[in-house]
Every structure is written in structure tokens, then in C-alpha cells.
């Protein structure tokens, strides 16, 4: 059975109050991005549903892609009919039997908007449930939990029926708390904090460090392929390359190797809220967990911080690894982020970091540094581009490879 529509249940965005416009318009926004393939789509985003018009394009693909879009709570396929019984009997009879397997029970659930229907919601389920048990020998109706629940909604435009309901992403769309940008390493956690700050809203752009030679294009593309894994739950995301390699090899000439790591995240801290700056974002977001590494330690983060006043926000905070890797593999970046390519976090690490650094040396070893030109430099020479969610970069760059051959 083809449907014609899809309506969408915003669950969290209905307690939302005054603000709850701004949050349904985003939302239909993001779904219109989400969607950009099916041109005949058509949103109506209203203050209680969204209803997705589906004017001929295929449901299975729109039901594929609407899963992952933050602010959808649950959302039904349906079908539209003219509003006489017989259709409507005729129709539920067609859904039922389309699922039914022995044994199996149901229950009609109605709603009645026109209240000039000349059957109330009672005797609705009650005539529908009727010709479906009269149609289909064996099968019984159940009010608590049934196997089949068909949904029978009179409109004044007509009779909408649905008998499935899949679960969205829920959260809040994307866009509806700002913008900000995420220090993105290629690595397991920092996809993950930028999966979760997603769901609660958040904008992101995506800072990553690159340092040739000492990382290769294909630590690059490993951060832009992971970047696409994040492009479903909202379109497309702006993805910016920081040029990172005279500020390392200045700071592995310059400071000791306790403090090298401490300084480097002092760096890429300055740059990336620089970035933010730039890019009119308003807080920035990575992926620590508390005492996960020796630049997580509380008294790191006290020595890296002390370059901004801006908010660093880490959704990981509390969780432990294993945590972390579990939703890692359930976004599908977690195959992804253990390829083994070296980033900027790794390749200057010293065998004995500093677990807790001191501010003040922080301070002492960057007076040998040119701070203010080294930003300067790096900042001159980012790039910007964008990121969509059919993109390819490690296995599109294997294949020109492969091509050479």
C-alpha cells in the first residue's frame, strides 16, 4: 500500500510554550533539508502535527530518511480516502490484512476533527472493527497492546488511516539553541559530543587540525567521512581545516616534552574559538571525558582553558569509554574512527605528558613563542567547505588510486 502522507508527532517541542513556533519552523526547515530529493514533498508544519505531503514521491525512502531528524518524536505513514464508509471500511480491511499473520489481534483507534461526520469516534471504532473482523476469519480485537493498531483520523479535507508508527530521533531540531562549532578530531568521542549536542539543538561546525606530513589526506578524509555520518540528523555541515603543522613543529622545538600537549591544546583552543569568532558561533564543543587522557585531568583543563572566556561544553564529561564506543557504534562512526590514521592529538605525543600542568608554566614556555603571528598564519589559511550526506572522501580516494594502477 502506497501512502500519501506521513504526519509527524513533535513530542519535547510541545511543552515548548511561546517558544514553540520558532521550534516547529525549525524543524520543518531541517525536514525540507532532509528531503531536498523528493521535490514534490510538500511540509505543513502546524501547532500540534506535521503533516508531510507526499504528492507521489515514494514513502519507504522519506520513512528512511525522517528517522534520524532531531525534534521528531514518532511519526505515522497514512493514507488518504474519500470520507465514506465504504472506502474507509475498505481501506482499513486492506491495512489490516497487509500485516495480519495468525493470531495476531487488533484495535481502531479514531479521531474525529469534522464533528459533522455523522458517526462519533465510538461508533467509528466500532463499524471499522467490525468490518475488519467480518473480512478477516480468526482474527481478534484487543484494546491494550494490540499487535495492529489502525489509526482512523476524519478531517474536514478527508479520512486519513495509518497503522504503523515509527520512532524519530526525538530531542530538539537542529538549529533551535544556535550555533557553535566542535573540535573535531577523528577520533571515537568527538563525533559522538557532536551527535549529542545535535540532539539537543545545537548547530555545529566542525574544527579539524590538519598537519602535513605528519598526518596524511587520509586522517583528513577520515574526518570528513565522519562528518558525513553526522550530516543525516541535519543536512549538511560546514567543515573547516585549521593548517596546523608550523605551530607543532614550533612547539616541539620550543617547549619541553612534559608541556608539549598542554601547549598544543592551548593552541588549537585559541584557534578554534578565533574560528568561532568568525563564524558568529557561540560556544565551542569537543569530546573529553574526565580523566580519560592527560589532557582531560581537571588541572589540564583549568591550564588549556585559561586562553578563552568562551564556553566549552563536553557532552561526555561523565562517560566512561565503553559508554562512549556503544553510541559511537549505534551513529555508525565507530568502524570509522578506529582506522588507523594518525591526527595532531597523537602525532607529537610525549611518553610522559603532564597530568597536571601549571598555569604558570603554560604562561613561561609561550613567551618563546610568537603566539600572535603563529595564529595569525594559521587562521590565513583555513578552508572551508560543505559537507552533504551523499558525500565520500577515504573510499573515493582509494578508488582514484586504484585507478592509477
Known sequence: MEYTEIMVRYGELSTKGRNRKAFINQLGRNVRNTLHAFPNVKVQAHRDRMHLKLNGEPSQPIIAALKPVFGIQTFSPAIQVEKELSVIYQTAIEMVKERYEEGQTFKITTKRADREFPLDTRELNREIGHAVIEAIPGIQAQMKQPDIDVRVDIRHNGAFLSAEMFHGAGGLPVG??????????????????????MKRGVELEMVHFYSPPYTSEAALNKAKDLTVKLTPYVGSIQFITVPFTEIQETIKKEVPPGYLMTITRRFMLRLTDAIREQRKALAIFNGESLGQVASQTLESMVAINDVTNTPILR?????DKTEIIKLAEEIDTFDLAIQPFEDCCTIFAPPQPKTKP????????EQRLDVEGLIERALAGITIEEINSRDQFLQAKEEDFTDLL
Open 176 to 197: 533551535s539553541s544556535g550555533k557553535s562549532v566542535l573540535m573535531l578530531s577523528g577520533g571515537i568521542d568527538s563525533p559522538v559530543a557532536g551527535y549529542l549536542a
Open 358 to 365: 601549571k598555569l604558570e608554566k603554560c604562561i613561561q614556555y
Open 315 to 319: 557532552p561526555l564529561i561523565s562517560t
